[in-house]
């Protein structure tokens, strides 16, 4: 059902009604109230529905009923604990010196002055030619919205910039720090020495000959480090093979190696 | 027209990612080594058009230029895709915009007094962000307010060529709503 003929049907029962609750029409759940505000932009908004609404009964309309009206309506936001602008209430007391000037007999000294009336006759008139643009306006096709650019262009990157303080001498002496680090990226060789099955054989059989037994660890040097580890142990089997010497190992001990030569 | 000249013209508005001027194009086209008047770029951007009649694409002229975009009946499915980038905006913040577009330029002061609430420093500091507007000067009046009018992206975003294209601003009401408002208040 179109939005005109449900108004226009549901409007008698409205009409009927005291506005003690908050217009059918603008249907606000009642824990969904920080809506109504959004509803009018302001004060000008709601004056403008009001009149609006009376304007399709006008036979019932007077200037105190649209007072009472929005005046209840204040009441009632305030009343649901709704934070209300200033405006709003400068509106009342807009609306309520009209009516009370109204039942005031007219003196001609005021006539002489601007009628509040019309001044806000005015003020609303033209509120309503922006208002109405501004809804036009929010019907035009809009971009991201109703249409979209074709592009492939790339996309923005945004780069923060972050401000850098520094004095110069902060900087100088952070130059000399930095020349003066050792280089510790330099590359540089690590040359093993070479080391020969052959020649630790001979070592071995030198030391064997000055004494009859040696622990393998003796024979080791330490600096050789793993490599020569294994270079003496290739040597030890070496001479074990060839007869020249015994290699014991009494369960965790370590190994020794005995001269078969000397016995 | 050339093929050449047509295709580049094409690449250009696609890559571009913003309106192109004539002109702008023109030198694109120069520094590639393709002289032409800016006459032939505007038969160039018709053969587009026919070009991209049987396809999604269409070339718009808005106020800083033409563009390449995607034709309204075929917007439907990428609003669904880009959903949640579109920021709404609000009742009050149209009616801010729509004030400073016809009445341009405007101060705060103005918009407030047809409005008849004060506006936030935040809706005027996101339409400016937005682009929508720019400040173009500061009124000769105590506290030299600032002067607000729309800017030229305002226009593209509403795919418009000019601030004349916009509707009409309605005149004041003098019909029986008129009498309606007066026998009301």
Request: proline share 4%.
């Amino acid at each position: 059902m179109q939005n005109t003929t449900q108004t226009q049907l549901e409007f008698p029962m409205v009409m009927g009604q005291p506005y003690e609750t908050l217009p059918e029409d603008l249907f606000i759940p009642p824990n969904a109230l920080e809506l109504c505000l959004e509803t009018f932009s302001g004060p000008m908004d709601l004056l403008l529905y009001l009149i609006k609404k009376e304007n399709i009964n006008i036979l019932e309309l007077d200037v105190s009923n649209i007072t009472d009206q929005y005046i209840e309506y204040i009441d009632l936001m305030d009343a649901l604990q709704f934070e209300l602008a200033a405006e709003y209430l400068v509106m009342a007391a807009t609306l309520a010196e009209i009516k009370s000037r109204m039942m005031l007999p007219r003196d001609k000294h005021d006539e002489e002055e601007e009628d509040p009336k019309s001044a806000l006759i005015k003020r609303l008139q033209e509120y309503q030619r922006y208002k109405s643009a501004s809804e036009k306006m929010a019907l035009m096709p809009r971009v991201d919205r109703d249409f979209y650019t074709a592009t492939a262009a790339l996309p923005e990157i945004k780069i923060e910039k972050k401000e850098i303080s520094i004095t110069k001498e902060e900087l100088a002496s952070i130059f000399n720090e930095i020349k003066s680090r050792p280089d510790l990226k330099l590359s540089h060789q690590i040359d093993f020495e070479e080391l020969s099955t052959q020649e630790r054989i001979q070592i071995i059989l030198d030391i064997l000959s000055r004494r009859n037994v040696i622990s393998f660890s003796k024979t080791l040097r330490k600096s050789e480090g793993r490599h020569g580890v294994v270079v003496t142990f290739l040597a030890s089997l070496e001479l074990a093979k060839d007869g020249h010497v015994e290699l014991i190992q009494n369960k965790t001990e370590e190994m020794f190696l005995k001269s078969l030569r000397g016995a | 027209m050339d093929i050449k000249i047509v295709n580049t013209v094409e690449a250009l508005l696609f890559g571009a990612g913003r309106p192109l001027r004539l002109s702008e194009i023109r030198g694109l086209l120069e520094s590639d080594g393709l002289v032409t008047e800016l006459s032939d770029i505007k038969k160039c951007i018709n053969e587009l058009e026919q070009r991209f009649n049987s396809s999604s694409l269409e070339i718009t002229e808005v106020a800083s230029g033409f563009r390449l975009q995607i034709k309204q009946t075929y917007s439907a499915p990428i609003t669904h895709l880009w959903n949640e980038r579109t920021p709404r905006i609000s009742k009050a913040l149209m009616e801010t915009i729509s004030i400073i577009s016809y009445k341009q330029p405007v101060t705060r002061g103005d918009i407030e007094d047809i409005r008849g609430v004060s506006v936030s420093t935040q809706s005027i500091r996101s339409l400016l962000e937005r682009n929508w507007i720019k400040v173009t000067g500061f009124k000769d009046a105590p506290g030299r307010p600032a002067l607000y009018s729309t800017t030229k992206e305002f226009l593209d975003d509403l795919n418009l060529k000019s601030i004349s294209e916009l509707p009409e601003l309605p005149e004041v009401d003098e019909g029986p709503n008129d009498q309606v408002l007066s026998e009301v208040i």
